[in-house]
């Protein structure tokens, strides 16, 4: 079975008093279409890490690109595995903030090694209050 890892980052619309609604949004969201992953901002941007199989990736990106709430969205990277090659490190869906700085190294982390991105990309992530 393929299994796809996906970061993309979008600007907000919303004032950072709303954004706690968008993580239970997307928490719920993700729980129910059977996929896991986390969803950080630092109040100004938010980034979505999605892993689950190809089809439920898509669907979930199709409401993240369908939400009023970003604008903006820009897919940075698209990873497929031929097998899950172990469980999600982050035990299910996790939401949380970022400082701007640690926003900008996730993003370009998962530029820089397209091939390699998810390790880096989720050492990143445990650093964010999730």
């Known amino acids: 079975m393929t299994y796809r890892t996906l970061l993309c980052k979008s600007a907000l619309r919303i004032d950072a008093t709303a954004v706690g609604t968008l993580f239970r949004e997307t928490r719920a969201t993700g729980e129910k279409i059977g996929i ?76 820089r090694n397209p091939a390699n991105t998810l390790a880096p990309c989720l050492q990143l992530l445990q650093q964010c209050d999730l």
């Open 36 to 111: 896991q992953g986390a969803i950080v901002s630092d109040g100004e941007r938010v980034a979505h890490v999605l892993h689950g199989v190809p089809d439920r990736i898509n669907t979930m990106l199709t409401q993240i690109l369908a939400d009023e709430r970003l604008s903006n969205v820009h897919i940075t990277t698209i990873q497929d595995i031929a097998q899950d090659c172990g469980s999600w490190p982050l035990s299910g869906w996790k939401a949380g903030w970022a400082t701007p700085e640690l926003l900008d190294a996730i993003v370009a982390e998962s530029t």
